[in-house]
């Protein structure tokens, strides 16, 4: 039996403030900042590990931001 996680809300917003405080390449500065454990990276919180742990770098790979709701 397979169980699909998902993000909780504050992996959520951790994910899309860090997404917007890096712009176009958010994914690449996630990976990196991963690499480094978030240490000098800006905003990067203990909620960006808790995804890297929980859901593996192959994750972020095929993961989409939500569109906003205007």
Do not use: C
Not at 12 to 17: D, I, L
Not at 45 to 56: C, W
Request: glycine share 6%; net charge positive; aromatic share 12%.
């Amino acid at each position: 039996m397979t169980v699909k996680k998902s993000l909780t809300a504050e992996q959520m917003r951790a994910v899309q403030y860090f997404a917007k405080q890096h712009g176009r390449n958010w994914k690449s500065a996630l990976s990196d900042a991963w690499m480094r454990a978030g240490i000098g990276v800006v905003a990067y919180t203990p909620a960006l590990q808790q995804v890297r742990n929980n859901f593996g770098p192959a994750w972020l790979v095929k993961f989409k931001l939500p569109k906003e709701v205007e």
